[in-house]
């Protein structure tokens, strides 16, 4: 897989002996981060508080570092029972005004899904707990571990009297968990000034698809969440009384939730494949060359079999094409037991990943239709309404964008080499965000390996993911230097 070594520049080679150096200090730095219990999902005072705590430490560290530093005060958040919490502040640094230089915004966040340990953790999820090279607890791959290499990476140039060869900006949340409350909004705000001379954006919150082989990520899917209410009353009925007689809401719902995908995974929507991109040849090449097991893969999922055959096909109905979940049915009997009841009231709930360039508004329309026609043939007398709930559109990049051509180099350095290009099936709404508000370039720069288990039990960063994800940094720094100055950057690189 990888390529002989080849001798590093004298800078380079400085900069990734010191990181080893300290590899102990920085994974020490994160049992410290971990141990803040920054959980954003719970909508608890205690856990806010926690939040407030690691958003000042990101500060402090950052002016450590040199940063000017500004924490964004966003006010607070309105909960369904009537409490009102205290947001987090979203934090805006700045290293370097250099106008000679390039300017790379960081994002990340610092919040954390929930995690106890009777949840099935073998170990405290707050207590960084290392076995076999593996970092265990939460927030460690997602997305701790990352925000913390680019300031590693950050302070071996400073450590080493070397000045940063571009301009660094940083925008770190607290509540991406609980949706990015409040991102969106300071975004627009700081479009003309925070962002006005920002060249490119980065994250670095999602996994590899190997274990040991680097990942870009280029695109991810969409998501629009749709509920389906077939209603005959609000009173359930005893099916000894009634059955038989009615349109039950369940029967009637339980079609038009089999009427959405064949058994094939096809959707069979009308019309909700036309928009979706051709495949190009230069794309194929691409999901040819990816680093995947088919029966690793399929093993570490523990199903009986896939869909499709070959990696190519697997990796693209992930990725490039849309797919549909049905997620459940609410008002439905689900308990232990036998109960005769026929519900009155059933609530469907599914979702449709999207792809580019599908749109929004027409795959409401469709589904609306869709629906609505495979109801009225049932001749029921029960009212139905369907409601699209959430809608997030599809992010796509230009891998031929200089920060890909900087990240695809900067990998090739310190892991000898290619990337995997990928997509992630998943949606990140943060890049559509910054792609369409801010118009700058967005690259997706991973460093978990794809068991790092983010979200689940066991989260754990890789010691080598994290420090040679530092030194990665440090490597995408001067190559998106050495771009900007058209290759002509100083000798001593």
Known sequence: MASPPTPLPALLERLFHHIDLHQDEFVQTLADWVAIKSDSVQPLPAFRQEILK???????????????????????????????????????????RDPQKPTVCFYGHLDVQPAHRDDGWLTDPYTLT?????????????????????LNAISTFRALGQDLPINIKFIIEGMEEAGSVALQELVEKEKQRFFSDVDSIVISDNLWISKRKPALTYGTRGNCYFTVEVKCRDQDFHSGTFGGILNEPMADLVALLGSLMGPSGRILIPGIYDDVAPLTEEERRLYEVIDLDLEEYWNSCQVERFLFDTKEELLMHLWRYPSLSIH??????????AKTVIPGRVVGKFSIRLVPHMDLSMVEKQVKQHLEGIFSKRNSSNQMMVSMVLGLQPWIADIKDKQYIAAKRAIKTVFGTEPDMIRDGSTIPVARVFQDTVQKSVLMLPLGAVDDGEHCQQEKINRWNYIKGSKLFAAFFLEMAKLHYNNSFPDQI
């Open 130 to 150: 290392e076995v076999d090279g593996k970092l265990y607890g939460r927030g460690t791959t997602d997305n701790k571990g990352p925000v913390l290499a680019w």
């Open 54 to 96: 690691m958003m000042d430490l990101a500060a402090d560290k950052l002016r450590h570092l040199g940063a000017s530093v500004d924490l964004v005060d966003t006010g607070f958040q309105q909960m369904p029972d009537g409490q009102s919490l205290l947001l987090p502040p979203i934090v805006l640094a700045e290293l370097g």
């Open 328 to 337: 459940g049915i609410e008002g439905a009997f689900d308990e232990p037991g």
